[in-house]
């Protein structure tokens, strides 16, 4: 779509290979393409995992379970450690928003409709692929070497109007 800003409900299914642990979550997203995003992630009966605020240059995040809390610049590493995904945080909302992932050695491709249907990263050896696209729903599957997420999408809500300290994190 040819929206700016939206809301999703989303569900994710994360397999932590290393660990061979995995987990269920409902993840919702408030997100201005390219500027500011929120996360909000639950784990099963609405028990509160995380929140997360980010720009293109800033991420805040909340651990509850570990009360854990950091501030700092958005990078590819911030999230390593947390879900261990090899993504600059900035491009789950890219995600969100169909577009292409972003970075050095990202490789996308379209389908016949033009629109993203897979990004490829051979160094990394992660793989974002979207599938089952219909009436704004969609599966996006993200595979990487210790990391596998099936991430199911309602259709976005666009006409969402955001509180002004929505895109605000502060410290438990």
């Not at 660990?19 to 639950?42: C, G, M, P, V, Y």
């Not at 509160?48 to 379970?65: C, D, K, R, T, W």
């Not at 993504?87 to 993203?116: Q, S, Y």
């Amino acid at each position: 779509g040819s929206f700016q800003k939206a809301q999703w409900e989303t569900k994710a299914l994360i397999k932590n290979q290393k660990e061979n642990k995995t987990q269920s979550l409902n993840i919702d997203i408030f997100a201005i393409k390219n500027e500011r995003a929120r996360f909000e992630i639950s784990a099963l009966l609405g028990f509160q995992v995380a929140s997360l605020v980010m720009s293109p240059s800033e991420i805040s995040y909340a651990v509850y379970p570990q009360k854990a809390f950091y501030y700092g610049r958005n990078s590819d590493r911030a999230f390593l450690n947390v879900v261990g995904m090899p993504l600059h945080p900035m491009n789950l909302t890219n995600i969100a928003f169909d577009e292409p992932v972003r970075g050095p050695g990202w490789k996308c491709g379209l389908d016949p409709a033009g629109l993203i249907y897979q990004c490829e990263n051979a160094m990394k050896k992660t793989r974002v692929e979207w599938l089952d696209r219909k009436e704004g729903q969609k599966k996006v599957v993200i595979t990487a070497p210790q990391f596998d997420m099936q991430w199911l999408f309602s259709a976005p809500k666009t006409e969402a109007q955001f509180k002004s300290d929505l895109f605000t994190l502060s410290q438990p």
